[in-house]
């Protein structure tokens, strides 16, 4: 580039409005397509664990207790995910959605990003068999 040419861009750019945006204080919509936080329904799930056979990043860990009485957990890792959708679109039943509203999800600490779906009691069961060091998934297919 020659310096004439670089020397009127750098006059012309005096004279112009910024073209960022303050972000922060000035929001604007977000596109109807993005992709944000992963939302799963338990009443509709099976339990195939198509959605974290697929998932490319590993983000997803279906832990099943009991498979006839339907009780699941989602284990959600945020901080992994790619948000592909690739788990959204494989699942036959309809369960997993990702949210186009929930788009910002900066945290200052990392366990804000492993988030766990499913009933309380089912929870409870999951992190006290996880507590007493047995990580294996029970009753898993």
Known sequence: MKIGAMIGDVVRSLFRKPATSLYPFQREAAPERVRG???????????????AKDCPADALE???????QKQFVL?????????????????RFDCLE?????????????????????????IATFL?????????Q????
């Open 37 to 51: 936080m992963l939302h799963w329904n338990a009443e509709k799930c099976t339990g195939c664990c198509l959605c």
């Open 98 to 122: 990702m949210s186009s509203d929930e788009w910002e999800l900066a945290a200052l600490n990392k366990e804000a990003f492993t988030v766990t779906y499913g009933e309380e009691a089912d």
């Open 62 to 68: 279906l832990i099943i207790l009991d498979r006839k």
């Open 75 to 91: 284990r959600y890792h945020a901080d992994r995910c790619i948000y592909c959708a690739q788990c959204v679109q494989n699942c």
């Open 128 to 136: 006290a068999k996880k507590a007493d060091g047995d990580n294996n």
């Open 138 to 141: 029970p009753d898993a297919a």
